[in-house]
């Protein structure tokens, strides 16, 4: 049975970080991309960063030189330390998992909530 779950997200002033975690269970997942979207009220859900299972990853525009996502293949885990955090960074943060063995998988977790208050 696949789980991905989010946790870390909270309430932080703007110029703050906040430290996500995603762990993952029931997956290949040393061989998984790991990425973090995330969904304002309002908008399309945004690719925010992605890592991929030999560490090479990218981030959006918005967030280069502020996010910085890395996993540990021994913990299942995917983090992203967001720093210098502004309120347009406020929303709903989702780690997908996804690998291809004979054909693409592709999970979600539940999200968590990351608000960015000015």
């Known amino acids: 049975q696949v789980q991905v779950v989010e946790s870390g997200g909270g309430l932080v002033q703007a110029g703050g970080s906040l430290r996500l975690s995603c762990a993952a269970s029931g997956i290949p997942f040393s061989i998984s991309t790991m990425g973090w979207y995330r969904q304002a009220p309002g908008k399309e859900r945004e690719l925010v960063a992605e890592?991929?299972?030999?560490?090479?990853?990218n981030y959006a525009d918005s967030v280069k030189g502020r996010f910085t996502n890395s996993r540990d293949n021994a913990k299942n885990t995917v983090y992203l330390q967001m720093s210098s955090l502004k309120p347009e960074d406020t929303a709903v943060y989702y780690c997908n998992v996804q690998w291809f063995v004979f054909r693409r998988n592709s999970y979600w977790g539940q999200g968590t909530q990351v608000t960015v208050s000015s």
């Open positions: 890592i991929a299972s030999g560490g090479s990853g």
